[in-house]
T-cell receptor
Framework: AQTVTQSQPEMSVQEAETVTLSCTYD???????LFWYKQPPSRQMILVIR??????QNATENRFSVNFQKAAKSFSLKISDSQLGDAAMYFC????????????????FGQGTILTVHP | DVKVTQSSRYLVKRTGEKVFLECVQD?????MFWYRQDPGLGLRLIYF???????EKGDIPEGYSVSREKKERFSLILESASTNQTSMYLC?????????????FGPGTRLTVL
C-alpha cells in the first residue's frame, strides 16, 4: 500500500516571501500522479498543482511549483511571492495510474500542513 | 462551473442514531468518494463508487455503508452513530478513465456525535 508523509504540521511565511512544503511518499509502482490540494479555512478543497511521474520536468502553475525527485520519492511544493490568500491547509496526495488495479483512481493523502501567512 | 454539494455543513446526532450524509455532483462524473478528515491523519477514504449501484470499500469502511442509486448522488450511512465517528466528512467526484483526473470536493459536513 502507498503511504504519503507530510512531516511539517505547521509552517509560516511572511507575505511576499517564499515557502516550501515537504512531502514524501512510498510506493512500488512506476506509474502514478502526485497532487497538492489546498483547503482554505471553511472553504472547499481545490487542486493547486499536479505532477505525472513519467514527466521529468517539474510542474509549475503561476506562483506554485514543485520539486519532484522520483528516485528519492519526494514531492515538495514551493510557493513564491506568498499572499495572504495562500493561508490554508495543504495536502499532498498520491494516485496510482495502474488501470484495473484496486487502488486505481483513489487518492492517498498526507497528514496536511497548515500554512500561515504573516502580513 | 463544477459543483459538488453536501446536504449539511454541520450536523449533531446522538449515539445510536442512523445518520445519512448526502452528496450530489452536477458534472456527470462516474467516480464518487467519501473521506473523513481528522487532525493529524489527513483524509482517509471510507468508500468509493465507480458507477451506479457499484461500491468499493476504502481504507476505513467499518461502521459505514453507502448507496448510489443515481449517478449524481452518493450517500454515506452511519447505521448506528458512535462518538468516534465525530469528524469532518468530505465527498468528492472525478471522471472515469486514465489520466491525471482531478477530484472535485464538496464543502464538507462536520458531524458531531454526542
Amino acid at each position: 500500500a502507498q503511504t504519503v508523509t507530510q512531516s511539517q504540521p505547521e509552517m509560516s511565511v511572511q507575505e511576499a516571501e517564499t515557502v516550501t512544503l515537504s512531502c514524501t511518499y512510498d510506493t512500488s509502482e512506476s506509474d502514478y500522479y502526485l497532487f497538492w490540494y489546498k483547503q482554505p479555512p471553511s472553504r472547499q478543497m481545490i487542486l493547486v498543482i499536479r505532477q505525472e511521474a513519467y514527466k521529468q520536468q517539474n510542474a509549475t502553475e503561476n506562483r506554485f511549483s514543485v520539486n519532484f525527485q522520483k528516485a528519492a520519492k519526494s514531492f515538495s511544493l514551493k510557493i513564491s511571492d506568498s499572499q495572504l490568500g495562500d493561508a490554508a491547509m495543504y495536502f499532498c496526495a498520491y494516485r496510482s495510474d495502474i488501470a484495473g488495479g484496486t487502488s486505481y483512481g483513489k487518492l492517498t493523502f498526507g497528514q496536511g500542513t497548515i500554512l500561515t501567512v504573516h502580513p | 462551473d463544477v459543483k459538488v454539494t453536501q446536504s449539511s455543513r454541520y450536523l449533531v446526532k446522538r449515539t445510536g442514531e442512523k445518520v445519512f450524509l448526502e452528496c450530489v455532483q452536477d458534472m456527470d462524473h462516474e467516480n464518487m468518494f467519501w473521506y473523513r478528515q481528522d487532525p493529524g491523519l489527513g483524509l482517509r477514504l471510507i468508500y468509493f463508487s465507480y458507477d451506479v449501484k457499484m461500491k468499493e470499500k476504502g481504507d476505513i469502511p467499518e461502521g459505514y455503508s453507502v448507496s448510489r442509486e443515481k449517478k449524481e448522488r452518493f450517500s454515506l450511512i452511519l447505521e448506528s452513530a458512535s462518538t468516534n465517528q465525530t469528524s469532518m466528512y468530505l465527498c468528492a467526484s472525478s471522471p472515469a478513465g486514465t489520466g491525471h483526473n482531478e477530484q472535485f470536493f464538496g464543502p464538507g459536513t462536520r458531524l458531531t456525535v454526542l
